[in-house]
């Protein structure tokens, strides 16, 4: 459930319709360059988080043709000179990328392959498919966790979300996002994430009475007992029977660690309960809500001053719910002919979604003074580094007035080499790793970009080398275009 | 990645603190009874499509723990006595369900467990999150093809599933709700279902010339020549390079087998499309649509008379786009204590969520004049089966004077015991016989139930002995809650 092996068999027909039209004619062998990046943000948000990679990196490493799928590409009608391609068939090409967890923006190429086209085009289904789902949880973690700030907030998704592994994977790039936690054990177990849990109703209601329901799980799940208190009646039945549990286990020398609302309004019944555990000698009793929550659902309660301490998020999380997904693309940005390399440009009726031809590189600017992100700035592969001390002019690939200059600056380059020859050449990090990466990565941002609502657009610019570049490839598409007229 | 097996954690961490609370205090053997249902129709539809079926009985005939699972659960804290009984632990119950494919609705129970209470925890989490993902995707499907009818319509959403799983078993679902085949090959080699594919952008680029690239393809993959026109200019280049490959095929005596629109205005676009290949002499060539489509889109595409023969659904389908979650639940409805089955209630501030008690059974309610169904049916498990010949009265359960009287009809009953003593008892159902069950049941119905808006809201009522059930108990629950505040 968890492998993404065997997935030699996960993309779409055309890729290998296309495959096989390459090999028939002799052209499998010409080296391609694709650039995976998206278009733009999704929920409104002012960043993107990426989440993914380890998954497509063992996607990529892993990659092989078994007999069965070969058999039932015969069935299909593909033919053998193609099917005995695929028998010997591993992924052998260059994969560039940005790191996991890296703050992302629209346009800027995330991750870039090098390989063989027949290579290059079987992989796009399932380089999208992961990166897509990842990317997009992850983001709508952050924007919740920018909300709740240092208060824990997990994910409670598991049952919601598009089967066993979306929920999975989805918990593991939730905590890269910034979810503290997961209820899903099997994510706790596979990617080391702390895991969270209280009580159900049901539990609650096999009981007798609700103060037995409670004093039986305390007994029993020392460390973690967090009861829930709206089975009958919060204030009136579940806070007392909750202190009156908590007064039991005191003189054990035990404690109640929190309770958990479920349903009402939140505001409120954290307030008055925060007010009861506090007048009964529980300050330290923590209150966790559930329930349908999302960023603006708890901004509100945040607003209101609700007495919470810890948000379980579940359906809005894990399914993205207010936009489920991101629209990633994977576009061809070069093809190697006799020796040559030649950028590639795809037109469209919308100048912003022209792609950006060539090999390229994408580098963060940071000044030097304010310690903060200026910008995304991204050259053609083989341009010099923007050099430290000197000034660098940013301006907007689209609406080229708008320029700005930065004068003392540094530029991190965003991509490191991932999969060289088909081998893996980067350690694999836990995801504590990538989840502080991320963090870091945030705090070099300004908080008008991490705002909730309109957030200041950032700065994805070209350099001019490449702007021009692009142009010209731009007016070379008009006149191919009359060609194909004629 | 395509397998439910190994899925032992694959639980909220809630139920295993659950578990074990109900070992420590000897209660795990309780003989309990839930039930999977669901509360509202996604999408403003009429009905749902019950897909998922397969899974579960794979995921719960399968389920075990390992030495690694148990030391995990240890590492957390879980006491020794407890990770005994999972070593053995083995799903031993029995499970009634409707079949899958069956057209379902709000409040009636769709899958019934009976098992140990243990048992009947563990399992909660993943049987939701299978059941709520592929009902939803089938729902959705059906939508969709409610709106083209006979034109074959394809899933083409694998990239923008959450994760490959989600994909492989979203095409299962969009399928068995009524998409004629996808794009993913592996679900069609996994589910033998038909695969449909056409070329790339990329691919059209990486030739010189368009009609290079129609022709190289053409040659290769005969019986699957769908051309993607846009590429350039639909009308100007893509279409005429189309019909001259069709011409120079036509001297061989092969066809182009289609064409495909991916942008642009696809009403105008596809009409005038069709006009150009009539007129050079191609009435055959098929035009097939993609590019961001749903239900809503397609319906104003056809009311514009678009001349579109098939269309290619992604994103929009595969994610649900816009309600990415069926907020299926599972709820305990009866506990046998000292051999005697007490039914189990749950209260909510609104009475339409207050659960239905005890162990019941749902039926349809076909009236034999019209062949066409009343409503649901929900009798308690030992109630007689309601009886051909005689007048049944339906009345909805919260407006009780909503009534009608059914004089004619057959009464089906929509379980059937799927899982005897945790061994499967049922075959396994090719997606053919899925689809097909799903297309007579829905046949079944009024065309007001299939309105996409504002669909007439179906009957599911309850016997008059299961509604005096419920209300005694909620009454009797008031009562029990005024003792939880004493």
């Known amino acids: 459930m968890s492998s993404f092996r065997n997935m030699a068999l996960h993309t779409d027909l055309y890729q290998l319709t296309m495959m096989q039209t390459y090999v028939q004619k002799g052209l499998q062998d010409q080296k391609v360059v694709f650039d995976m990046f998206f278009r733009s943000l999704p929920f409104g948000n002012g960043y993107a988080v990426y989440a993914g990679l380890e998954q497509i990196i063992d996607y990529l490493t892993e990659l092989a043709f078994s007999e069965e799928d070969i058999a039932y590409l015969e069935s299909l009608g593909f033919k053998k000179k193609f099917t005995e391609l695929l028998r010997n068939f591993r992924f052998t090409g260059d994969v560039y990328s940005m790191r996991e967890g890296e703050i992302i923006f629209p346009n800027a190429p995330v991750l870039t392959v090098e390989a063989r086209i027949v290579e290059a085009l079987l992989i796009e289904t399932a380089l999208l498919n992961i990166f897509n789902h ?85 007994e029993e799940n020392e460390g973690n007992v967090v009861l829930l208190v709206d089975t009958y009646n919060t204030l009136r039945s579940g806070v007392p029977n909750a202190v009156k549990t908590a007064e039991k286990l005191k003189e054990r020398g035990k404690t109640v660690d929190g309770i958990r609302l479920d349903s009402g309004d939140m505001a409120y019944l954290s307030k008055e309960a925060r007010k009861m555990l506090d007048r009964s000698g529980f300050p330290d009793i923590k209150i966790a809500a559930s329930g349908d929550l999302d960023e603006y659902i708890i901004a509100e309660l945040e607003n209101q001053g609700a007495a919470i301490d810890m948000y379980a998020v579940g359906t809005k999380l894990i399914t993205a719910f207010d936009q489920p997904s991101l629209g990633g693309v994977y576009k061809l940005v070069e093809v190697e002919a006799q020796g040559k390399r030649n950028p590639r440009i795809k037109l469209s009726d919308n100048i912003e979604k022209i792609i950006t031809p060539g090999r390229k590189k994408p580098y963060r600017i940071i000044n030097s003074r304010t310690g903060r992100v200026e910008g995304d700035y991204i050259t053609l592969a083989d341009e010099r580094v923007p050099e430290k001390g000197r000034n660098l002019l940013l301006f907007d690939p689209v609406n080229t007035w708008k320029q700005k200059t930065v004068e003392d600056f540094e530029a991190i380059e965003l991509q490191e080499k991932v999969i060289n020859k088909g081998k893996r050449i980067i350690s694999r990090p836990e995801i504590e790793e990538i989840r502080s990466y991320r963090e870091t990565a945030l705090s070099r941002f300004w908080e008008e970009h991490k705002r909730k609502k309109n957030p200041q657009v950032y700065y994805v610019d070209l350099s001019a080398d490449l702007w021009r570049l692009k142009h010209k490839m731009i007016e070379e598409m008009r006149s191919h275009f009359l060609k194909q007229q004629s």
Do not use: W
């Not at 994910?155 to 890269?176: E, V």
């Not at 503290?180 to 007798?208: I, R, Y």
């Open 134 to 218: 990842q990317t997009l949880i992850a983001t709508k973690a952050s924007r919740i966790k920018q909300i709740t700030g240092k208060k824990t907030t997990v994910d409670f998704g598991a049952r919601r979300g598009h089967g066993p592994q979306a929920s999975l994977y989805g918990a593991r790039a939730a905590c890269i996002g910034g979810m503290d936690g997961t209820s899903l054990v099997k994510a706790g177990n596979k990617f080391k994430l702390p895991v969270f849990g209280t009580m159900s109703h049901a539990f609650v209601q096999s009981f007798e009475k609700e103060e037995q329901a409670f004093m039986a799980y305390a």
